[in-house]
């Protein structure tokens, strides 16, 4: 039988090489697995000596045929860019994964058996490419790295370093806390503008409705009583017959101005002016930067306290930040960290990173524990931004609804002085 020389982990993180033999690949992957050992890498040891071979008397006895049963490679062909899943989806399938890890089941059987399971927004058949290409020895970390749509820089960091550890399942388990702690504070910023949509887009029914359906009712009995009416009311009445005749013109307009945003927002130029117009905006300005100062904390915390190097983390962090001026900081610290300074330093001398912030990691790095320090900035900005979103939103509901009062009562104010004026005229007759 063919020979091949691997290296595995043990559940304690020690590491394991050896000579196995077995009738192909899978057969050797599966005898590894079955010793309870996670393996990293696995090659045919043709030119190994047979002395070499002789140090782990292992034979295996699998059958063939059941041996080049190997799923079959993805079953979906990619058309066009494929929907990212969504933070709670990628969460729940982590967890999943996790889970089954924990319950004693080999990587491939784990991953034949999330083939099989449901998982929202992620296809069955990428667990099935990710087993094969594990059956075929490859890592998970660069079987994931092959499926950039699904797995990102910071999942697939985060997966090589439990595969260095030999902690795989309890990386797993952070990644999942770490996405549902992402996607819960993405849920409260978003259930924090849902009210303010809605009355906001009732408002522009409700004025819509009545200069499409109530006021050219209104303004055919002010035309049959022949009555001059109050500047607002003819005003009223000239915006209703514009809108009726070039109804066209609001569509358009809303694609264009689409279109601008995009390329204004697609040139760099333009990208930096709207980043930094959002972190300087009056009161949600101040929701965007604690989302952001918390998201980067965070994740440089999570992939420093799994293993991964200061460099790669912040090199990760620069690209999950959705802000180019605070990547743009991210990147000066990444660099100066290479010449040997602290992370804190550099993070100062931006200007960008609010002081509070600077003084945690400091206190991080003269105590050795940057993660930890990184994880308390990280909730003392959560719990802030709580805070803000629920300010914020004690303010926009009274504005918005001042502002519909506004509307509808300047539309009423309209035509009742032209009703009081034709009421008025008939009097003086």
């Given at each position: 039988?063919?020979?091949?020389?691997?290296?595995?982990?043990?559940?304690?993180?020690e590491?394991?090489?050896?000579?196995?033999?077995?009738a192909?690949?899978?057969?050797v992957?599966?005898e590894?697995e079955r010793?309870?050992?996670?393996?990293?890498?696995?090659e045919a040891?043709?030119?190994?000596?047979?002395k070499?071979?002789?140090?782990?008397p292992?034979k295996?006895s699998?059958?063939?045929?059941?041996?080049?049963?190997a799923?079959?490679?993805?079953?979906?062909e990619w058309?066009g860019?494929?929907?990212?899943?969504?933070?709670?989806?990628?969460?729940?399938y982590t967890?999943?994964?996790?889970?089954?890890?924990?319950s004693?089941?080999p990587l491939t059987v784990?991953?034949?058996?999330?083939?099989?399971?449901e998982?929202?927004?992620?296809?069955q058949?990428?667990?099935t490419?990710?087993?094969?290409?594990?059956?075929?020895g490859?890592?998970?970390?660069?079987?994931?790295?092959?499926q950039?749509?699904i797995?990102t820089?910071l999942?697939?960091n985060?997966i090589?370093?439990?595969?260095q550890?030999?902690?795989?399942?309890e990386?797993l388990?952070r990644?999942?806390?770490h996405?549902?702690?992402?996607?819960e504070?993405?849920?409260?910023?978003?259930?924090?503008m849902?009210?303010?949509?809605?009355?906001g887009?009732?408002g522009?029914g409700?004025?819509?409705l009545f200069m499409?359906?109530?006021?050219?009712?209104?303004?055919?009995?002010?035309?049959?009583?022949?009555?001059?009416?109050p500047?607002?009311?003819?005003?009223?009445i000239?915006?209703s017959?514009?809108s009726?005749?070039?109804?066209w013109?609001?569509?358009?307009?809303?694609?264009?101005?689409?279109?601008?945003?995009?390329?204004?927002?697609?040139?760099p130029?333009?990208r930096r002016?709207?980043?930094?117009?959002?972190l300087?905006?009056?009161?949600?300005?101040?929701?965007?930067?604690?989302?952001?100062?918390s998201q980067?904390?965070r994740?440089l915390?999570?992939l420093?306290?799994?293993?991964?190097p200061?460099?790669?983390?912040?090199?990760?962090s620069?690209?999950?930040?959705?802000n180019?001026?605070?990547a743009?900081?991210?990147?000066?610290?990444?660099?100066?960290?290479?010449?040997?300074?602290?992370i804190s330093q550099?993070?100062?001398?931006s200007?960008v990173f609010?002081?509070?912030m600077i003084d945690l990691?400091k206190?991080?790095e003269?105590?050795?524990?940057?993660?930890?320090?990184?994880?308390?900035?990280?909730?003392?900005y959560?719990?802030?931004?709580?805070?803000?979103l629920?300010?914020?939103?004690?303010?926009?509901?009274?504005?918005?609804?001042?502002?519909?009062?506004?509307g509808?009562?300047?539309?009423?104010?309209?035509?009742l002085?032209?009703?009081?004026q034709i009421t008025?005229?008939?009097?003086?007759?």
């Amino acid at each position: 039988m063919p020979q091949f020389s691997f290296k595995a982990r043990k559940r304690s993180g020690e590491l394991v090489q050896g000579v196995l033999e077995g009738a192909d690949r899978s057969a050797v992957l599966s005898e590894i697995e079955r010793q309870g050992m996670l393996p990293i890498s696995l090659e045919a040891a043709r030119s190994r000596s047979a002395k070499a071979a002789s140090k782990t008397p292992s034979k295996l006895s699998r059958n063939a045929n059941n041996s080049n049963t190997a799923s079959p490679p993805l079953l979906r062909e990619w058309f066009g860019k494929q929907r990212k899943p969504k933070l709670q989806e990628l969460a729940t399938y982590t967890q999943q994964l996790a889970n089954l890890l924990r319950s004693g089941m080999p990587l491939t059987v784990a991953l034949n058996s999330m083939s099989h399971l449901e998982a929202k927004g992620i296809p069955q058949d990428v667990s099935t490419q990710l087993r094969q290409d594990v059956m075929e020895g490859k890592a998970l970390s660069d079987a994931m790295s092959k499926q950039p749509h699904i797995f990102t820089d910071l999942y697939i960091n985060m997966i090589r370093a439990g595969e260095q550890s030999g902690a795989l399942e309890e990386v797993l388990h952070r990644l999942a806390a770490h996405f549902e702690r992402f996607a819960e504070v993405r849920q409260k910023f978003v259930s924090a503008m849902i009210y303010p949509i809605i009355v906001g887009t009732v408002g522009v029914g409700i004025i819509g409705l009545f200069m499409t359906v109530i006021l050219p009712k209104f303004t055919q009995i002010f035309t049959d009583m022949k009555v001059p009416l109050p500047a607002s009311t003819q005003a009223l009445i000239s915006i209703s017959r514009v809108s009726a005749t070039y109804w066209w013109l609001a569509p358009l307009v809303g694609v264009v101005g689409s279109i601008l945003y995009q390329r204004f927002r697609s040139n760099p130029a333009g990208r930096r002016t709207l980043d930094r117009w959002k972190l300087t905006m009056p009161i949600i300005g101040k929701v965007f930067k604690l989302n952001l100062f918390s998201q980067f904390a965070r994740t440089l915390a999570t992939l420093l306290k799994n293993g991964v190097p200061v460099l790669t983390a912040l090199k990760i962090s620069e690209k999950v930040i959705p802000n180019v001026i605070l990547a743009e900081a991210i990147a000066k610290t990444r660099e100066d960290v290479t010449d040997g300074k602290t992370i804190s330093q550099p993070l100062a001398r931006s200007q960008v990173f609010p002081q509070l912030m600077i003084d945690l990691i400091k206190i991080g790095e003269e105590t050795g524990d940057v993660p930890g320090s990184l994880q308390s900035v990280a909730e003392t900005y959560e719990d802030q931004l709580t805070i803000a979103l629920r300010v914020m939103t004690n303010l926009v509901e009274p504005a918005m609804i001042i502002l519909m009062a506004i509307g509808v009562g300047g539309l009423l104010f309209s035509i009742l002085s032209a009703m009081f004026q034709i009421t008025s005229s008939i009097g003086n007759r």
